[in-house]
């Protein structure tokens, strides 16, 4: 696959302390970045404008699912043939960007997965868990980190999985439209990082999670 068919897309909201040296580095692997601001009240955009990446921004506070399908539909538009998804705060590492675009080669949709170490916050590991059981029970789809948003999807794919949700739930939401769409897919680790504070899914969100994925299954 051309590199230039392949885009990256950041989703950020208040990262203007991450944001460029993200980008730097995922341009290294990437041609094409796409940063959509999902409304940050800090200089987010300023700091990504900086960069050749391709600013997008939302004037309110969208959530993490709106702001990946912004970008994943500019792409598209673009005339991406792939997508690689990952966090502007530092926790993914762009470097492993060439693992996830050799796997597309072969599949559909490519999820990355952290492995569980000391710096795995407990409350995450114990929602990963049930999160995973409950997506292999409802889904058949058996995935070691089902919250892992490091992902990588081809455009026929895109079309397939464009989610609804418009917070942290479109990770699950996407992988249950790719189950049901029976597309391939394939797993590939990646580093565990973790900044100073806490950022992702709440218990809260964990619950919302387990309630949409009943919903989706018997709705859709």
């Known amino acids: ?3 230039s068919k392949v885009w990256a897309i950041i989703p950020a909201y208040n990262e203007e302390a991450s944001i460029r040296q993200v980008i730097e580095k995922a341009m290294d692997y990437a041609e094409n970045i796409i940063v959509v601001d999902d409304g940050s009240a800090d200089k987010t955009s300023l700091a990504a404008g900086k960069t050749k990446a391709h600013v997008l921004k939302h004037v309110v506070n969208l959530g993490k699912g709106a702001a990946l399908k912004t970008g994943c539909d500019y792409a598209l538009r673009q005339g991406a043939e792939a997508m690689v998804v990952l966090d502007a705060d530092a926790q993914h590492d762009p470097s492993e960007i060439p693992k996830f675009v050799a796997q597309l080669e072969a599949h559909d949709i490519v999820f990355g997965y952290r492995k569980y170490n000391k710096a795995m916050p407990w409350i995450l ?3 990963n868990k049930a999160i995973n059981s409950a997506t292999r029970i409802l889904y058949g789809i058996r995935l070691q980190d089902t919250q892992c948003g490091y992902r990588a999807f081809t455009a026929e ?3 397939k999985i464009r989610w609804q949700a418009s917070d942290y739930s479109m990770e699950s939401e996407m992988i249950t439209r790719a189950g049901k769409n029976k597309l391939s897919y394939a797993e590939v680790p990646i580093e565990t990082i973790y ?4 950022k992702g899914t709440t218990v809260l969100d964990g619950i919302k999670i387990v309630f949409n994925l009943l919903w989706w299954r018997w709705s859709k």
Do not use: S, T, W
């Not at 900044?195 to 806490?198: E, I, R, W």
């Open 1 to 3: 696959m051309k590199a």
């Open 125 to 127: 590991k114990f929602g």
């Open 157 to 159: 794919a895109y079309r």
């Open 195 to 198: 900044g100073n504070k806490y």
